[in-house]
Each structure stands twice: as structure tokens, then as C-alpha cells.
């Protein structure tokens, strides 16, 4: 029976044609959407295509890049430069603002970019995905520097990511709820097939790399305690955990069927700031849980609302099912107040 389901373009028309915009924003997702398309591709044909493995190269954070890492980066890249709606593009795998080339028409809009988020999980073929978030470039400025890009979360524009998982996924928000779209590879587009996803406030399950325990400060430890003690204990129910070491898995889980998600800082991590990046992995999946009824904090603020001092800026993660996540941050607060020395 063929489906009736909008495209994931149609969808963007409808929606704009509401708000009175001018078919540019439609285009300039419709270069995301194209570019995911490809990536995807790639990551599906794996080893097939020799796109496994390690590139021989660090990015910025010193971090081996995969050459999945490396040939995403440039499919992103490409599909932005050539619609002549972006301003200048950002992302994890370039250390400084990646600027449109002469030649090529320069738009008012910023793209920032996780070109394949979780890709130690690339070889072993486990999820992976591309996190993107779209913010206007400031009035005035021609040629957008790193500063232009630090703007808090709460300013997103279009925050989205894809998912190349059993199916590949695609999944948006433009501050008027979360809708999610399935690439039907027969047709070649994303259609419609998770409208309006909403994050149920109640959960019992939750989310982290339970291997830091001993690096973890005690708030999140007496979190993940009373959870773990299971129906004997303090919340007097059984919690099930999970640990995909892939964002955009544990994200779309937690926008399916609910569920918290941690990357606390630690001891550690602390002289960084975090594990996760606040402009392309932490606001981004902030403004899609909050779309979708979650919260998404540090433990002590809004994401959304952490002013940004640098393009790779690291930030501390505590998203999903708002039961938990409040919880959470009392638990910080609690912490906080008894220990004022250590706050
Ligand atoms: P990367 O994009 O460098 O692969 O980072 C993956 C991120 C995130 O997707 C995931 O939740 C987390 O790092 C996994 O961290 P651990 O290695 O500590 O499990």
C-alpha cells in the first residue's frame, strides 16, 4: 500500500508556510537532509567501501579521528557550502570556523555540527549519528568568526539529528515540537512516522558510563545508588540500565520510551568542563528533549542557558524524563548547599 506519510521536506514547506518564512530555511535543511542521506550511506556499506578504521589524524580535542569521522565532516561541509544559505559552518572534527568559499553565496545562518557522534562504535557496528544545530549569524557580520558562533543554546534556530541505526532516522525541532521521519530507501526520502514525540516525565531506567563510578561527585553517586538498590531501596522500585556510548542512540531511546541520560563532569573531568561539547552535542539534544517535554541540565543549570566561551567548550549532561532529571538537580542543590566549599 503506499504511504500517504508527509516527506520530511513537505513537512518543512507546511511548516514554514505557517510561520510566513521565505523557503530559505526549507532549503538549507533540505542540504542537512541530503547530507545525512549520504553519510548514511556510507556508514551502511561499512566495510564494503573501505570506510572503517582509523584516519591516521587527531582532531582538535586530540582525539583519533575515524576516516568515517573525516569523509562526514566533508559530506556535511559540501552539502552546506553549495545552497548559499549558511554563513560559515562549525564542528567538532575543525578547530576553527570552517568559512564559505569565495564564489559562493553567503546566507544568515550558522551551522554547527557533530559529523558522526559515537564513531568508536563504527567498527563494531553499533548506532551511530550526525547532531547539527542552526543559529542565525549575527546581523551585520560578512565574514562570522569563532565568537559569532558562542551563543547560548536557548538562541537555536533548528536543532536535529540523525540516527543510522536499523533504520536510518531523522530527528528535528524548530522550537515547535519533535517530529521524527524513517528514509524509506525505496523512495529515497524521510517520511513522517514519529510525529509530535513527547518524553514520558516518569521512567525507570537510566543512562551512564558506570565504569567512572569512582571519579563521580556525590550527587550522581547517591543518584545512581538508590536506583541500583532497586525495589528494597530509597525509591522502592527496580530501574533497568542502559550504555550505548553512542548519544544519538541514547537520545532517540529516551525520546521512544523514556529514560534518563547522564555524562556527569567528575573528578576527572572536571578541569575540563565535561566530556560532551555544548555547542554541537549538548544544546542541540537539549532543545529536542525540552521539545519534547524532558529537561536537560547540568546537574546545577539549564543547559540551554550556559553562555559559550569556545567553539569546543565541554559541558556537564543530565537529560531526558523531567521525574529524574528534577530529582537530579535537588540532588545537586542538596549537595551544593551542605557543602558550600566544594560548590
Ligand atoms: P565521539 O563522538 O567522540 O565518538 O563521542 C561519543 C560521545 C557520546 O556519543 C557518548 O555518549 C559518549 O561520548 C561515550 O563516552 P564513553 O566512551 O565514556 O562511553
Redesign the pocket.
Known sequence: MPHTRPTITHFIIDEQRRIGGTGAFTSLLADVVTACKMIGSQVNRGALVGVQGIADTENVQG?VQKKLDVLSNEIMLRASVVGGHFAAMAS?EMEDVHPIPEGYPRGHYLLVF?P?????NIDVNISVGTIFSILRCPEGVEHPTAADFLQPGARQVCAGYALYGSSTMMVLTTGQGVNGFTLDHAVGEFVLTHPNLRIPAATDEFAI?AS?EPLWEPPVRRYVEECTAGALGPRAKKFNMR?V????A?VHRILIRGGVFL?PTDSELAGKGG??RLLY?GNPMAMIVEQAGGMASTGRRRIMEVEPQGLHQRVPVILGSSDEVRRLIDYHREWDAANPAAA
Do not use: H, T
Request: net charge negative; proline share 0%; aromatic share 10%.
Open positions: 582525539e567538532e557533530d558522526l557522534d559515537g564513531s568508536s558510563n567512572r550504555w556510548a553512542s548519544m544519538v541514547e555524562y566530556k560532551l552535542e
